[in-house]
C-alpha cells in the first residue's frame, strides 16, 4: 500500500490548511485511517482516526474543537482540516493505515506515509 500525504506548507496562526492523504494498492475503504504529527526534536504523537466507514472519529485534546479528519472512500483519500492554527501545530503530519481498532497507539498502524510538513508562524 502507497500513501501521499498533501496540502502542507506556511500558515500563519489563526490560519487553516487542509491536508489530503490518498491510499492506493489496497481495499481503502475496509481500514481504519490515522494522522500522527511529530515536531522538531519531538516524538511522533497521535493527532486523530476516523473509522473505515467515516462514522466515528477520535481525536487528542491538543487538538479537539479545531481539527476535522472526513474521508472520501469513493476518491479513497483522507482529509485532515485544521483550523485555529497554533505554532504549536508545526510538525511534519502523517497518514497511517490502522488495524481493526481504532488505536492512539503507532504500533496498531500497518502502512505510513512520507509526511507533509506544516509550519505556523505566530
Known amino acids: 500500500v502507497q500513501l501521499q500525504a498533501s496540502g502542507g506548507g506556511l500558515v500563519q496562526a489563526g490560519g487553516s490548511l487542509r491536508l489530503s492523504c490518498a491510499a492506493s494498492g489496497r481495499t481503502f475503504s475496509r481500514y481504519n485511517m490515522g494522522w500522527f504529527r511529530q515536531a522538531p526534536g519531538k516524538e511522533r504523537e497521535f493527532v486523530g482516526v476516523?473509522?473505515?466507514?467515516?462514522?466515528?472519529?477520535y481525536y487528542a485534546d491538543s487538538v479537539k474543537g479545531r481539527f476535522t479528519i472526513s474521508r472520501d472512500n469513493a476518491k479513497n483519500t483522507v482529509y485532515l482540516q485544521m483550523n485555529s492554527l497554533k505554532p504549536e501545530d508545526t510538525a511534519v503530519y502523517y497518514c497511517?493505515?490502522?488495524?481493526?481498532?481504532?488505536?492512539?497507539?503507532?504500533?496498531?498502524?500497518?502502512?505510513w506515509g512520507q509526511g507533509t510538513l506544516v509550519t505556523v508562524s505566530s
Open positions: 497511517a493505515v490502522g488495524s481493526g481498532v481504532l488505536s492512539t497507539q503507532e504500533a496498531w498502524y500497518d502502512y
Open positions: 476516523i473509522s473505515w466507514s467515516g462514522g466515528t472519529t
